[in-house]
């Protein structure tokens, strides 16, 4: 089936990293994502990460993939107060235009 | 890049009465188009998805529809609202070809009462 599953909380103070995880069915998907949602809003893509890859590194932000696990984690370094959002990770399954979302994960950051 | 317009914002809706909103993108051709529906507090739910004019693939069984009358305008309906139909709606835009990417309106919060 497709199925991409999500911790839904995560709590953290600010200034400390934030690792959110996230595990996959598609083993032949092309292309891993990470959206960033704040309330009453549309999601926004954070980064992505090739399927060939096994990290990304974007700034504040890194993505791991393990491929053999499934497993896509985003850590954001130096937390913020303006990171506190709904993180979804997607993939897309293959030979489709199926984007397959996360149930999502709610990060609060704590001042 | 590409621009979503999505509207309206907000809708309340009477249970029974029809729905029509509108998406509509700016700055790319030929787009892949989704609607996705997001329950409160849950994670999206793809409805239906495009990747031509008139072509459409529904994902899940609902009295909702949709239409792709132009190349860049997106329409989600229904002709009698149910409850379960009020949630957060999503339009989004897929870049297609290799490096696919999906880029989303900014939703219609719909409430049926």
């Known amino acids: 089936g497709e199925d991409v599953e999500q911790s839904l909380f995560l709590s953290v103070r600010e200034g400390d990293s934030s690792v959110i995880n996230c595990t996959y069915t598609?083993?032949?998907?092309?292309?891993l994502y990470w959206y960033k949602q704040e309330p009453g809003a549309g999601l926004q893509l954070l980064t992505y990460i090739f399927s060939n890859m096994d990290m990304k590194q974007d700034q504040r932000l890194t993505v791991l993939l393990n491929k053999k696990d499934k497993h896509l984690s985003l850590r954001i370094a130096d937390t913020q107060t303006g990171d506190s959002a709904i993180y979804f990770c997607?993939?897309?399954?293959?030979?489709?235009?199926?984007?397959?979302f996360g149930t999502g994960t709610r990060l609060k950051v704590l001042a | 890049s590409q621009t979503i317009h999505q509207w309206p914002a907000t809708l309340v809706q009477p249970v029974g009465s029809p729905l029509s909103l509108e998406c509509t993108v700016e700055?790319?051709?030929?787009?892949?188009l989704y609607w996705y529906r997001q329950a409160a507090g849950r994670g999206l739910q793809l409805l239906f998805y495009s990747v031509g004019i008139g072509q459409i693939s529904s994902e899940v069984p609902q009295n909702l529809s949709a239409s792709r009358p132009q190349d860049r305008q997106f329409i989600l309906s229904s002709k009698k609202l149910l409850l379960s139909d009020s949630g957060f709606y999503l339009c989004a835009c897929g870049t297609g070809g290799v490096n696919e990417k999906l880029f989303f309106g900014s939703g219609t919060q719909l409430s049926v009462l």
């Open positions: 700055g790319t051709s030929n787009p892949n």
């Open positions: 997607a993939e897309m399954a293959s030979g489709t235009y199926k984007y397959i």
């Open positions: 598609d083993s032949s998907s092309t292309y």
